[in-house]
């Protein structure tokens, strides 16, 4: 299936560039590890049932590189992860953004001010439920 979404670049112009241009490998190859940078065949990884599904990354599994050359600074927490289908970062911690995100699948506010909520889901909401819904072993 295919999930459609809207990045709020006006608000995290680095953190939507970078996605964007991961999206269509506008940027090339500026990987460190000399890897490319474009996250084509990348699947998601991580479902945590009712709170997100998590993008792998294209590097070494931990989402430490970006357009930018490593990890980037967050830009803001200004917008909440306060509902279902929210496009976010994944990090390591504080600035340390790269090329992980994930999606949301409920509200999520204990989240908030670690990881930046740059876009939503505008269609493919139903792609997003099955993928959270995938039976998973523990």
């Known amino acids: 299936g295919r999930i459609v979404f809207e990045l709020f670049n006006d ?3 680095r953190t939507c560039e970078n996605f964007r241009s991961l999206c269509t ?3 090339g190859d500026v990987s460190t590890l000399n890897k490319k940078l474009y996250y084509k065949k990348c ?5 945590i049932k009712d709170v997100m599904i998590q993008s792998e ?3 070494e599994g931990d989402g430490s590189e970006s357009i930018y050359g490593g990890t980037f600074n967050d830009e803001n927490f200004q917008i909440k992860h306060d509902q ?8 390591q911690g504080p600035n340390t953004n790269g090329s992980q995100f994930f999606n949301t699948t409920s ?3 204990h989240l908030d001010g670690k990881h930046v909520v740059f876009g939503h889901v505008v269609s493919g909401q ?6 959270d819904n995938v039976p998973i072993d523990t």
């Open 25 to 27: 490998r506008e940027k």
């Open 11 to 13: 608000i995290y112009p």
């Open 107 to 109: 509200e999520v506010s």
């Open 43 to 47: 699947r998601f990884h991580r479902i």
């Open 84 to 91: 279902a289908y929210l496009f976010s970062m994944d990090n």
């Open 126 to 131: 139903l792609v997003v439920d099955v993928i």
């Open 57 to 59: 990354d294209f590097t």
